[in-house]
């Protein structure tokens, strides 16, 4: 679940990284991820300890975006990537992912290059007219898909 975008999870769901008590060591790219998201110490505490964290902790933590009660988690869930069909551009959405995840190697410099870049090209796409006109008329955006 580490690797998804966005992490949603009931309360009182329980989470660990029991490698440690096991014999293993971190596999498939936690090591990677998983200081990203909680930084080095947090990351550590967790892999070395194998520890199980419950849903509120992860959330405090940065594990989860959001907790919700376990017969409300899916319709919350759901509600959450309708509102970003409704109201979202996908193009500008797939570009902020791709531009969050390369910024994680960037330097700083670099990092504002490319946005300032990015931004630019922005300005002259289908989707900044349409966002600007539906909040001028009040209503919801009609982006188009992406690859169209």
């Known amino acids: 679940a580490l690797m998804c975008d966005l992490r949603f999870a009931a309360e009182g769901a329980k989470l660990t990284t029991a490698f440690a008590r096991r014999g293993l060591v971190a596999e498939h790219g936690i ?14 505490d967790l892999l070395l300890s194998g520890r199980v964290v419950l849903a509120e902790e992860a959330h405090a933590l940065g594990l989860v975006n959001r907790v919700s009660a376990p017969e409300k988690l899916l319709d919350e869930t ?14 500008s959405m797939a570009t902020m992912k791709r531009q969050l995840y390369a910024d994680l190697q960037r330097a700083l410099p670099d ?16 989707d900044f007219v349409e ?10 955006p009609r982006f188009a898909p992406l690859g169209v």
């Open 31 to 44: 090591s990677w991820m998983l200081p990203r998201l909680v930084g080095p110490a947090r990351a550590l």
């Open 78 to 91: 759901l509600d959450y990537a309708r509102e970003l069909v409704v109201s979202c551009s996908p193009a």
């Open 111 to 126: 990092a504002l290059a490319e946005a300032d870049r990015l931004m630019f090209e922005s300005f002259a796409a289908p």
């Open 131 to 140: 966002g600007v006109r539906s909040f001028l008329e009040h209503r919801d």
